[in-house]
Structures are given as C-alpha cells and as structure tokens.
T-cell receptor, first 111, second 118 residues
Framework: KQEVTQIPAALSVPEGENLVLNCSFT??????LQWFRQDPGKGLTSLLLIQSSQREQTSGRLNASLDKSSGRSTLYIAASQPGDSATYLC??????????FGAGTRLTVKP | GAVVSQHPSWVICKSGTSVKIECRSL??????MFWYRQFPKQSLMLMAT?????????EQGVEKDKFLINHASLTLSTLTVTSAHPEDSSFYIC??????????????FGEGSRLTVL
C-alpha cells in the first residue's frame, strides 16, 4: 500500500528558527516528490519538485532532500518568518502515475 | 510557476440544484487535470483524474453520475456537482499537469472552490 506520512502534524516555533519537516513514503518506486504550501481556505502553492534521480532542490530559504532508499524527504526552512505560517504538504507521484498526499504539517511561526 | 485558475472561488446553492466549477490552465496546456475534495483540517482526497478528450477516471467511492467531469480542451476542465445536497458542501480543488512543467511532471493547483449547499 502506498502511504505518505508527515511528521509532525503541527509545529510552533519562534521567528528566526531553522526547522525541518518530514515526509516518509512506503513505496520507493517514485517518479517525483513535490512539496506544497497551503494557506487557510486556499489552494496549494508548489514550493519544490524533486525528481526521483535528484537528491535535493533549493529555492531561497527552502531546501528539500530526497532519500528514496529510506523512503524519506525533508523540507528545511531557514530563518523562519511569521509569513511562513501555513500547512505544508508533500505529495509523492509513483511510477504507476498514482499520487499520494501526506496529511500535512501545520506550521506556526511566532513573531 | 504556471497558473491554474479556478472559478468560482465560492458558491452557495440550494439543495437539489447543480453547480459547475471551472478549472483553467492559463499559460500552459494541461494534458491531465485532477479534482480533489478537502474537508476541514484534512488532506486532499483525490476524486478523479481527467485526460483531455477522454472520460475521467474516478476514485473508488466517488459517484461519477454525481460528480460530472469534462475535460474538453487542453486548458479547461469542469466539475459539475449534480443535485447537490448539504453533505456535498466542501472545498473542491483542481490541479493540472503538463505544459511549462514539461516532462518534469510538476503539478499546479487552482485556488479552490468552497461549495455550501443549503
């Protein structure tokens, strides 16, 4: 069964802190993995896309890593800001074209 | 990133009526579009996958006669909730793949449509 798990479910940190969000998946036959941000009542905004052949992707203060063999991806956010407060979702696209979403990590960055 | 527009962003309707939600890829051709439903504080639930010019593939448990999906062009897919009832009230989101994403398979999402059925 292809499952995607995100830990923690919720996280609250003071402004300026570096943090790591985790995503694990049970089937290593993935095509790519994508991290999204969702603000309340809004759609999803794509943050980073990692192809199965890649180990990491970076965009500004965000860095996502992928370790297929261990079934894990991490999203690293440097120098967090209150504007980073949102729910972060990872989505795994498998080689059979199925996509599975994690339940998300709800991040709160306190000023 | 590529832009996906969803309309309307919110709609209120009476029980028994039908509601149509549009999903458009504004700056790329979307060979595949997806429709999701999201309940409060929960993740996305995939409802169906639609490929341009062919019938949508529905996930198990999703009534295809209730949720009509049309993907008539490479830039437009529609979801029609037929004979809506209060339990259909939810946040519906579409996503699209293709075009500027090229072969990367990157997925772009609409802003979502909140449906309230009275």
């Amino acid at each position: 069964k292809q499952e995607v798990t995100q830990i923690p479910a919720a996280l609250s940190v003071p402004e300026g802190e570096n943090l790591v969000l985790n995503c694990s998946f049970t089937d290593s036959a993935i095509y790519n993995l994508q991290w999204f941000r969702q603000d309340p009542g809004k759609g999803l905004t794509s943050l980073l896309l990692i192809q199965s052949s890649q180990r990491e992707q970076t965009s500004g203060r965000l860095n996502a890593s992928l370790d297929k063999s261990s079934g894990r991806s991490t999203l690293y956010i440097a120098a967090s800001q209150p504007g980073d407060s949102a729910t972060y979702l990872c989505a795994v696209r498998y080689n059979n074209n199925d996509m599975r979403f994690g339940a998300g990590t709800r991040l709160t960055v306190k000023p | 990133g590529a832009v996906v527009s969803q309309h309307p962003s919110w709609v209120i309707c009476k029980s028994g009526t039908s509601v149509k939600i549009e999903c458009r890829s504004l700056d790329f051709q979307a060979t595949t579009m997806f429709w999701y439903r999201q309940f409060p504080k929960q993740s996305l639930m995939l409802m169906a996958t639609s490929n341009e010019g062919s019938k949508a593939t529905y996930e198990q448990g999703v009534e295809k006669d209730k949720f009509l999906i049309n993907h008539a062009s490479l830039t437009l897919s529609t979801l029609t909730v037929t004979s809506a009832h209060p339990e259909d009230s939810s946040f519906y989101i579409c996503s699209a793949r293709g075009g500027t994403g090229g072969n990367t398979g990157e997925l772009f999402f609409g802003e979502g449509s909140r449906l309230t059925v009275l």
